[in-house]
C-alpha cells in the first residue's frame, strides 16, 4: 500500500506553546487529506479535511483558529495546535487519500503524533 | 446513538481459532465499508475494503455486509498471536477515499 509518513511521532511541550505536525505522501500525490484525533481506547474522531490549496473543512466543535491547517503541496499538510493546553493532549492521525476512480481511492494513515502538553 | 456501533470487548480467543468481529449502522446512506486493524500506539491499516452487499475474501480475512440489516462483519481465519490488535470498522457513502465515520473499535487478544 501507499505510504505516509507523520512527524514527530512524539511531542512534549509546555502549555501556551505552539506544536506542528507534519503529513506527507512518499509515493503518491494526495489531494485531500484528513486530521484525526483519537483518546485512549476510543476511536478516531474526525477534526478536518484538507485540500491542496483550499482552506480546510472543520468538522462541528473544532476551532478552527487553535487547529490550524496548511495543505501548501499535493503532498504535505500540516496541523499546528496553537497555544497548547493540557486538554489538547492525546493522539493526532493524518490521512491522504489516493484520488483517482471511486474504486480506487483509499485513504492511508500515517502513524499518528502523541501529543503531550504540561 | 452513534451512526456505528461495535463492541469495544476485548475479545480474547486461542491461537488458530475465529475471530468474528461485527458492526451495526444507522445511516443508509453508507455504501462503502472498510475493516482497518490498529496496533497500540499506531496508525490504523486497511485490511478489507467492501462496495455495498456481499462477500469479500482476501488470504484468512473474510468481510461481510448485509446491507438490509445494516450490519458487516469480518472474519479472521486461523488466528495468530500477532492479530491481536484493534480492529475498526469505517464507512463511507462516497467512498474509502473521502469522509469515514469509524466504529469505535473492537480489541482483539489472541492468545498462544
Known amino acids: 500500500g501507499a505510504v505516509v509518513s507523520q512527524h514527530p511521532s512524539r511531542v512534549i511541550c509546555k502549555s501556551g506553546t505552539s506544536v506542528k505536525i507534519e503529513c506527507r505522501s512518499l509515493?503518491?500525490?494526495?489531494?485531500?487529506m484528513f486530521w484525526y484525533r483519537q483518546f485512549p481506547k476510543q476511536s478516531l474522531m474526525l477534526m478536518a479535511t484538507?485540500?491542496?490549496?483550499?482552506?480546510?473543512?472543520?468538522e462541528q466543535g473544532v476551532e478552527k483558529d487553535k487547529f490550524l491547517i496548511n495543505h501548501a503541496s499535493l503532498t504535505l499538510s500540516t496541523l499546528t495546535v496553537t497555544s497548547a493546553h493540557p486538554e489538547d493532549s492525546s493522539f493526532y492521525i493524518c490521512?491522504?487519500?489516493?484520488?483517482?476512480?471511486?474504486?480506487?481511492?483509499?485513504?492511508?494513515f500515517g502513524a499518528g503524533t502523541r501529543l503531550s502538553v504540561l | 446513538q452513534k451512526e456505528v456501533e461495535q463492541d469495544p470487548g476485548p475479545l480474547s480467543v486461542p491461537e488458530g481459532a475465529i475471530v468474528s468481529l461485527n458492526c451495526t449502522y444507522s445511516?443508509?446512506?453508507?455504501?462503502?465499508f472498510m475493516w482497518y486493524r490498529q496496533y497500540s500506539r499506531k496508525g490504523p491499516e486497511l485490511l478489507m475494503y467492501?462496495?455495498?452487499?456481499g462477500n469479500k475474501e482476501d488470504g484468512r480475512f473474510t468481510a461481510q455486509v448485509d446491507k438490509s440489516s445494516k450490519y458487516i462483519s469480518l472474519f479472521i481465519r486461523d488466528s495468530q498471536p500477532s492479530d491481536s490488535a484493534t480492529y475498526l470498522c469505517?464507512?463511507?457513502?462516497?467512498?474509502?477515499?473521502?469522509?469515514?465515520?469509524f466504529g469505535g473499535g473492537t480489541r482483539v487478544l489472541v492468545k498462544p
Open positions: 469505517a464507512m463511507s457513502p462516497s467512498g474509502a477515499g473521502n469522509k469515514l465515520t
Open positions: 509515493d503518491f500525490q494526495a489531494t485531500t
Open positions: 445511516n443508509s446512506a453508507f455504501q462503502y
Open positions: 467492501t462496495y455495498s452487499s
Open positions: 490521512s491522504a487519500s489516493t484520488g483517482g476512480v471511486l474504486a480506487k481511492n483509499i485513504q492511508y
Open positions: 484538507s485540500n491542496e490549496g483550499s482552506k480546510a473543512t472543520y
